[in-house]
C-alpha cells in the first residue's frame, strides 16, 4: 500500500511570495489533515478534511492560507503572501479509522527569507 | 482543550540503557493517547496507542507506554535501547467523541549513543 505522498520535498521563497502545497493521501482514506511543524514544536494541525468538507479550519491563518480537497481525495495548501513566520515543514496526514490511525507523509520544509 | 507537557526536549543515553520519556497532558475530557516517533527527514509513525482497557500498552519493538488517570501521564519506556531507536517522539491526545484531532506535545529528541 503506498504511503501518504507530498510535495515538493523543500521549498524556498522569499516574503510576500505565494507558494502551495500537494499532498495525495492513501487510497481509501476519507479524512486528511494538513499540520504546522515549526522548528522545535510539535506538529499543529491547520486544517481537517472529511472527503471533501472541511471538519476543523479553527487554527487555519485564513486570511493568509487557503486548502482545498478536490474531489475528496487530492488536497493542496496555500499560502499567500507569506511571512518569515511561516517557516516550517507541512505535514499531510490521511486516516480511515480507528481513531488515531493517521497515516503522515514526509513533509514539505518550507523556507521564507 | 487539550495540552500535552513532554518534559524532556533531549534524553542522551548509551546504548543498552533503558529509558523513559515523560508525558503528561491536560483535558477537561477522557482522551485517547498516543506515541508518535519522528525519524531524521521522515514522516510521523504511530508506535504505540491507547484507547481503552489494559493501561500497559506495548509497540513491537519493546517499547511500552503506562496510562495513569490520576497522573495525566503517559509515559514511554523501554528496559534496553538501541542505535537505531534515535529519533524524536511525540507524544499526543485526541478528546473522545470529537472529531479525532491530535494535539502533540514539543517532542523529544532520544539520542542513543555507542
Known amino acids: 500500500e503506498a504511503g501518504v505522498a507530498q510535495s515538493p520535498r523543500y521549498k524556498i521563497i522569499e516574503k510576500r511570495q505565494s507558494v502551495a502545497f500537494w499532498c495525495n493521501p492513501i487510497s481509501g482514506h476519507a479524512t486528511l489533515y494538513w499540520y504546522q511543524q515549526i522548528l522545535g514544536q510539535g506538529p499543529k494541525l491547520l486544517i481537517q478534511f472529511q472527503n471533501n468538507g472541511v471538519v476543523d479550519d479553527s487554527q487555519l491563518p485564513k486570511d493568509r492560507f487557503s486548502a482545498e480537497r478536490l474531489k475528496g481525495v487530492d488536497s493542496t495548501l496555500k499560502i499567500q503572501p507569506a511571512k518569515l513566520e511561516d517557516s516550517a515543514v507541512y505535514l499531510c496526514a490521511s486516516s480511515r479509522g480507528p481513531v488515531g490511525e493517521q497515516y503522515f507523509g514526509p513533509g514539505t520544509r518550507l523556507t521564507v527569507t | 482543550a487539550q495540552s500535552v507537557t513532554q518534559l524532556d526536549s533531549q534524553v542522551p543515553v548509551f546504548e543498552e540503557a533503558p529509558v523513559e520519556l515523560r508525558c503528561n497532558y491536560s483535558s477537561s475530557v477522557s482522551v485517547y493517547l498516543f506515541w508518535y516517533v519522528q525519524y531524521p527527514n521522515q514522516g510521523l509513525q504511530l508506535l504505540l496507542k491507547?484507547?481503552?482497557?489494559?493501561?500497559l500498552v506495548e509497540s513491537i519493538n519493546g517499547f511500552e507506554a503506562e496510562f495513569n488517570k490520576s497522573q495525566t501521564s503517559f509515559h514511554l519506556r523501554k528496559p534496553s535501547v538501541h542505535i537505531s531507536d534515535t529519533a524524536e517522539y511525540f507524544c499526543?491526545?485526541?478528546?473522545?467523541?470529537?472529531?479525532?484531532?491530535?494535539?502533540f506535545g514539543k517532542g523529544t529528541k532520544l539520542t542513543v549513543n555507542p
Open positions: 491507547y484507547l481503552s482497557g489494559s493501561t
Open positions: 499526543a491526545v485526541s478528546p473522545q467523541g470529537g472529531s479525532e484531532k491530535l494535539v
